[in-house]
Structure formats: C-alpha cells, structure tokens
C-alpha cells in the first residue's frame, strides 16, 4: 500500500498561484490513478482532480478547469497540482488519493494540506 503525504498549502491572496506536491511512499507509484480531493469547513470532500497511470489523461472539476493542473512524475514519485487564479472559494484543505484504478476503492489519503486564499 502507497502512503502519501501532501505539501506547498498556504496562505496566497486571490488571483495569486500555489503548487501541492503529494510524495509517496513505495516502488509502485506508477500503478495508480492519482486524485486531488478538497474539503472546505462545513461543505462535504469534493473531487477536484485525476490523473491516469502514466500521465496520459487528465480530468477536472468544473470549478477548477482552466486555472489547476494535475501531473505526476513517476520517477519522483510525485504528483503535482499547480494552481492559478485562485479564488477565496478555493480555500479548503486538500487531499491527495492513490487507487489502483479507476473504478476501484481508494486505497491510501494524505494527511491533507490547508489553502487558504485571502480576497
């Protein structure tokens, strides 16, 4: 099982940019799909990102689409989530998952990371 720890939260005024790392554990990195989830006090975990094995595909939120990128560096076993434009609703901690595929349960969480955007 991967474990992963989130970093690069912080405190960034609106229209400013910040990017999350998610570090895992293990030699089998590469055989997960990667997701970043977010979760705003009182509001319920909302999907936010993936991205498939090798890169190859990316999916978004609506509400982020045009302003985060998701990538992964296997060799780094890394997966980054660069955001822009950020917004004050963008504040909430964010999480990163690792499954082993896409219709399959999680199976690790991070610890979780706060974004906090001033406006």
């Known amino acids: 099982q991967v474990q992963l720890v989130e970093s690069g939260g912080g405190l960034v005024q609106a229209g400013g940019s910040l990017r999350l790392s998610c570090a895992a554990s293990g030699r089998t990195f590469s055989s997960y799909v990667m997701d970043w989830f977010r979760q705003a006090p009182g509001k319920e975990r909302e999907f936010v990102a993936r991205i498939t094995l090798s890169g190859g595909s990316t999916y978004y939120a609506d509400s982020v689409k045009g302003r985060f990128t998701i990538s992964r560096d296997n060799a780094k076993n890394t997966v980054y989530l660069q955001m822009n434009s950020l917004k004050p609703e963008d504040t909430a901690v964010y999480y990163c998952?690792?499954?082993?595929?896409?219709?399959?349960?999680?199976?690790?969480w991070g610890q979780g990371t706060q974004v906090t955007v001033s406006s």
């Open positions: 998952a690792a499954k082993g595929s896409v219709a399959g349960s999680y199976d690790s």
